[in-house]
């Protein structure tokens, strides 16, 4: 019995076929987006100065809305499995 030796080798780099994918780039575009709401959302609603807001009062805000941004793409019923 003879085998062939199977020679497998990726043509591209980790980051395009993990990242740079559509779903890859939907992604990080509404994880952003979610970001970009959540600032929005506590800059409207606690109505403060920009000058005198601090990073420790807008991070929780900011990385709620990127959650919710990346749930939306990555939750079982968004990639028809539910």
Same mark, same amino acid.
């Given at each position: 019995?003879?085998?062939?030796?199977? =020679?497998? +080798?990726?043509?591209? %780099?980790?980051?395009?076929?993990?990242?740079?994918?559509s779903?890859?780039?939907?992604? #990080?575009?509404?994880?952003?987006l979610?970001?970009?709401?959540?600032f929005?959302?506590?800059?409207?609603? =606690?109505? +403060?100065?920009?000058s %005198?807001?601090?990073?420790?009062d807008?991070f929780p805000?900011?990385?709620?809305?990127? #959650?919710?941004?990346?749930?939306?793409?990555?939750s079982?019923c968004?990639?028809?499995?539910?």
């Amino acid at each position: 019995m003879e085998f062939k030796k199977l =020679d497998i +080798k990726s043509d591209e %780099s980790w980051f395009k076929r993990t990242i740079w994918t559509s779903h890859g780039k939907k992604t #990080l575009i509404y994880t952003l987006l979610g970001a970009v709401v959540g600032f929005i959302l506590y800059f409207v609603s =606690d109505d +403060k100065q920009f000058s %005198s807001m601090t990073l420790n009062d807008v991070f929780p805000n900011i990385a709620m809305g990127a #959650l919710f941004g990346f749930f939306i793409t990555n939750s079982p019923c968004a990639r028809n499995k539910c």
